[in-house]
């Protein structure tokens, strides 16, 4: 037998496992000193209200045969396609109940996606990227090219018409710059896809993070991408669903490539090897897009936002260079006196003990970069700050 060779050609763990090794030696050893950890983005407040209500009445459905759910449809329960479909309409966007897909999150889908497509296909990612983009494509063994993201362009690459792309990956608000696309540019994106019969994967999993409102939430608010683009979104960043795991791609109807509807393969490829969300899941994540939901999440994520408002306040006086935690719960920042990411990431951890994630673990362009989340409690936030501040 065999096995995949491309394996090989990975970095030998995965981005986020290094740093909380290196975090949790760190705190062995000094069992003494309190670890502020704005590293991965990971929420730090539980689920609201509408949800823990939903999900406790959900329990109750499966306690008795009248109301109890065995497997559920692959695509996801209609009351929560129905949620998502009132969601997008609500911005303009107007689907189909069959375009939208729900599962288990984001991660998973952007993985499992691959499936429906060619080996050879070139792939385009911007760099610094989430690893997960380029890790899956190495798994496969396909080529990765990638868009370059500097502090000249705003870290919001445009396309390149020399560089060849079949499947183009964009996340907005980009993970981890915390930097978001215009309509304009997007829309110079979609114009490249369909010119070039390639299909964009948009992660919108950070959405809910935008307040500025000429920014897009959806890459199908902007013309044109119907015939080139799936979206993946997730609750997790959302509604704290980072443990209770529900997300959904959207795949219009009018999306095809070499004669197949993209929608029909992915649905095939998850009746065979998915299995469904859980329904009290899928209750509790019906329960974000109802008035009450989206009430609390908002508030939730306004908390968030102002975690971020003190981290970028702190660096505004530090003269500090940084992109994100505007519309974003990440911030990326120039690491300071031209330190590179893994020296900043070890000097931050050993003298103000905070974990942050090292920006050269997001590719090469982010040598010299940072990334801060805004997901911890407003406490540790503002002490991490103050430490911060003690030190730099
Ligand atoms: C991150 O820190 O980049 C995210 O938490 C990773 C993820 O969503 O999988």
Aim: proline letters at 5%; glycine letters at 10%; a negative charge.
């Amino acid at each position: 037998m065999t096995i995949n060779p491309h394996y090989q050609d990975l970095e030998q763990n995965y981005l986020f496992a290094v740093t909380a090794q290196k975090a949790a030696e760190f705190s062995a050893a000094h069992p003494d000193k309190k670890v502020i950890r704005l590293g991965i983005g990971d929420v730090t407040k539980p689920l609201c209200p509408a949800v823990i209500e939903a999900m406790h009445r959900a329990v109750d459905d499966m306690a008795w045969a009248e109301t109890f759910y065995g497997y559920g449809p692959y695509e996801g329960y209609d009351f929560l396609r129905e949620a998502i479909r009132g969601y997008y309409g609500r911005r303009g966007v107007p689907l189909q109940l069959s375009e939208i897909f729900v599962s288990d999150g984001a991660k998973s889908d952007i993985g499992n996606i691959l499936d429906i497509f060619g080996e050879d296909n070139a792939v385009l990612v911007p760099d610094p990227v989430y690893p997960v983009y380029v890790d899956t494509n190495i798994m496969a063994g396909r080529r990765v090219a990638f868009s370059s993201a500097t502090e000249a362009n705003g870290f919001l690459p445009l396309p390149d018409p020399a560089v060849k792309a079949d499947i183009i990956y964009l996340c907005s608000p980009n993970n981890p710059t915390g930097a978001a696309y215009s309509r304009e540019q997007l829309k110079a994106w979609v114009d490249f896809a369909n010119q070039n019969d390639a299909v964009i994967l948009f992660d919108a999993a950070y959405e809910a993070f935008i307040r500025d409102d000429s920014l897009p939430h959806s890459i199908f608010e902007v013309e044109g991408a119907r015939t080139c683009a799936i979206e993946f979104c997730s609750l997790s960043k959302t509604a704290g669903f980072t443990g209770t795991r529900c997300g959904y791609a959207v795949i219009p109807a009018e999306l095809e490539r070499g004669g197949s509807p993209l929608g029909a393969m992915w649905l095939r490829r998850q009746a065979t090897k998915f299995n469904g969300t859980s329904y009290i899941v899928q209750r509790g994540a019906a329960a974000v897009f109802t008035e009450e939901g989206q009430a609390q999440v908002k508030a939730d994520i306004d908390d968030y936002l102002e975690n971020a408002r003190v981290i970028t306040t702190a660096l505004d006086s530090m003269g500090i260079w940084y992109t994100g935690g505007k519309n974003s719960p990440y911030i990326w920042l120039k690491c300071p006196g031209g330190m590179d990411s893994w020296t900043f990431f070890d000097y931050l951890l050993e003298k103000a003990n905070v974990v942050g994630t090292p920006g050269a673990g997001f590719g090469q362009n982010g040598e010299g970069f940072f990334r801060l989340t805004a997901f911890g409690s407003r406490k540790n936030t503002l002490e991490a700050v103050e430490r911060l501040r003690g030190l730099l």
